[in-house]
């Protein structure tokens, strides 16, 4: 006995697909945000137990309707040379030299914004600048990640746009969810 799909019974099909796909997206958009939330949230929990927010945060939204700052990347120079903020003077962490930046920016009221990959080594040097009489010193708050997350550009030594970005390790990696992770600079671009 031979089967026919009948007009209804197509109908039926396509409806039954149509729901399918629709809920296939749902569930796609779902598990993007959701991730997008966790991981703020894993952010969020890492600045709290590492930070004492003795610098304050500015926000990345927030550096949109601010005057131009001065931006200090306090990675290390690996780090700096695979991506960076556009026009950031790299100061290093454990090399780090007060000198150095006072003879850059002589100014103590120059804004100054100071930046790594999540914001915790920052807050040391923005500790050190402040008690050094600069006046206006913030903490990009989640570093260069979160300017990275946000979808934000970021440069290389050549002072190229690139989407890489070093995490440092695989652990802090994980915090960065836009951009190509690099861990080793032989295989940034």
């Not at 999540?118 to 600048?129: A, H, N, P, T, Y």
């Not at 009489?133 to 997350?149: A, C, H, M, Q």
Request: proline content about 2%; hydrophobic content about 35%.
């Amino acid at each position: 006995m031979r089967q026919y799909l009948t007009q209804s019974k197509i109908v039926s099909l396509i409806l039954l697909l149509a729901f399918n796909m629709r809920y296939f997206y749902s569930l796609i958009a779902f598990l993007f945000l959701t991730t997008t939330v966790f991981g703020q949230k894993k952010l969020e929990r890492t600045l709290d137990q590492l930070n004492s927010e003795s610098v304050p945060y500015i926000y990345v939204n927030e550096l949109k309707q601010e005057t131009t700052p001065v931006f200090l990347d306090t990675r290390q120079q690996e780090e700096y040379k695979v991506s960076h903020l556009k026009d950031a003077i790299w100061v290093g962490y454990k090399t780090f030299d007060q000198d150095a930046v006072t003879a850059k920016i002589i100014d103590k009221n120059t804004p100054i914004v100071v930046y790594c990959s999540i914001g915790v080594r920052s807050e040391d040097i923005g500790e050190k600048l402040l008690k050094a009489g600069y006046t206006d010193v913030k903490n990009l708050y989640g570093g260069i990640f979160e300017w990275k997350n946000q979808g934000n550009s970021v440069y290389n030594n050549d002072t190229t746009e690139t989407d890489s970005v070093h995490t440092f390790n695989k652990k802090w990696g994980k915090l960065l969810n836009n951009g190509v992770k690099v861990y080793d600079t032989n295989q940034s671009n």
